[in-house]
């Protein structure tokens, strides 16, 4: 074929091409004309169904991610509250106020959680810290979930809140709840027993002995098939009335743990007890008067336990006497005769002879009237931070003797008075506004049933979780317990976790 023979075909092919383009663009355009334009109405509509599209999404997806944030006991120790939600559940732990706060400044931030989306409550043990907020959230919002506690929790508990609204020297207008709210709240809650398996909307739960105090416990909660400790206030050691803490048979896959103590260790109880005992001891044996402020129930009946002990075995002691000042005493060491067998087995032996918690040197303080102040005594008084109430009243009464001591037994939270007094100030302000100079002795010796460096690492070790959360201890000890523990675990192919020290109102999102 000729060169000029190939040109006249392409020319006519391109042409043929040309003229089919413009057939199907014009066919096009007449279409758009046809096709009539959705109105507005039909916009939002499917503006709406493609949100709808978009949610339901990001809904799918977030049943996937856990949120944990403290509303209370991030970066602090007091007003324990953390909220877990996952899979479209939401869970409480614990509800306390900070005892070195008043009125609605002592509650958890509860503006970060909608209270009707909360599905269960779950209350460790019965110090105001953990459980004095909780008749304030099941009364005064839109609470509609379930709460939990163990038996001694809850008979505990109803006398430790009244002596608490007693003792709150507050205004009415600022009081976070009252005698009627109070009562309400206990009729809704619900007993659980330490390895009793409960389920309620898809959540799991099983609580095991903390060892903190008589009924603490620490709770295994599991929703599809992801598992969250949350170990509350907890303690490893033996003591003379308590069983240890115990371990759940299981991995978690989140920790969430206190960090009270940080990298302190405790001294050996043995050490521990005879440096009580010979403070006690020293400060009557020179004439001096000795106050031990405590909270009502908890650790103190294992300090009356030793106390009493030693006063036996000291005839020349017998005649300086022990008082425990408080109005809860005669009712709470009932509720500990009550739960003998939730005690370990040297209780459990003795009161087969007699009832340990029936003491012979020393003598329940119903009123201050009642109280010869005229010599060497010992008491112990409540409440433990010497905020208020018989504690703080003799301690203005006492602290200006150089021959008086303060021994502090358990910790001590900031912005209270216990906590100021470590420092030892030269005064103090007394509760009416009066400077009092300070020449007592101050000691202090620990007896807070919470584990310590030894203690949480340990624990940590045996369980493996992969995450872990601190919380329940002030930000300084905090950070140095995250430092020891990464230090300790540092070692990606046998184990190292991700280790998170939320403040108060930050999420942690998993």
Known sequence: MSDNAENSAEEELATAFRRAAFVLVTQAFHDLQLTPRPTEEEKKR????????RLA????????????????????????CIVVKFKGKTIMLDCGVHPGYSGHGSLPFFDGVEAEEIDLLLITHFHI???????????KT???????????????????????LRVSNISVDDQIYDDKDLNNCVSKVEIIDFHQEMMHNGIKFTPYNAGHVLGACMYLIEIGGVKVLYT???SLENDRHLMAAELPACSPDVLIVESTYGVQVHQSVVEREGR?????????????????????????????????????SHPDLQDIPIYFASKLAAKALRVYQTYINMMNDRIRKQIAISNPFQFEHISNLKSMDDFDDSGPSVVMASPGMLQSGVSRQLFERWCSDKRNACLI????????????????????????????PMNCTVEYISFSAHADFVGT??????????????????????MRLKSALNKKFNDPKVYHPNIFTPANMQEIVL
């Open 142 to 164: 839109n609470f509609k979930g379930r709460v939990f506690m163990t038996h001694p929790t809850k008979a505990v508990m109803q006398m430790m809140l009244r002596d608490f």
């Open 457 to 478: 690492s340990g624990f940590v070790e045996k369980l493996t979780p992969p995450n872990i959360v601190l919380v329940h201890g002030e930000k300084n000890e905090m």
């Open 129 to 139: 810290d953990h459980v004095a907020a909780l008749p304030h959230f099941t009364e």
């Open 46 to 53: 499917t503006n709406r169904i493609m949100a709808k599209r």
């Open 276 to 312: 009580f005992t010979g403070q006690v001891e020293a400060v009557v044996r020179r004439g001096g008067r000795c106050l031990i402020p405590v909270f009502a129930l908890g650790r103190t009946q294992e300090l009356l336990l030793i106390l009493d002990e030693h006063w036996r």
């Open 232 to 234: 509350g206030d907890y």
């Open 57 to 80: 999404e990001e809904a799918a997806d977030e049943r996937h991610i856990m949120r944990i944030m403290p509303l209370g006991a991030g970066n602090e120790v007091g007003r324990s």
């Open 409 to 436: 037994p358990g910790y001590v939270v900031e912005g209270t008075l216990a906590k100021k007094i470590l420092s030892e100030p030269t005064e103090i302000a007394a509760l009416d506004g009066r400077i009092i």
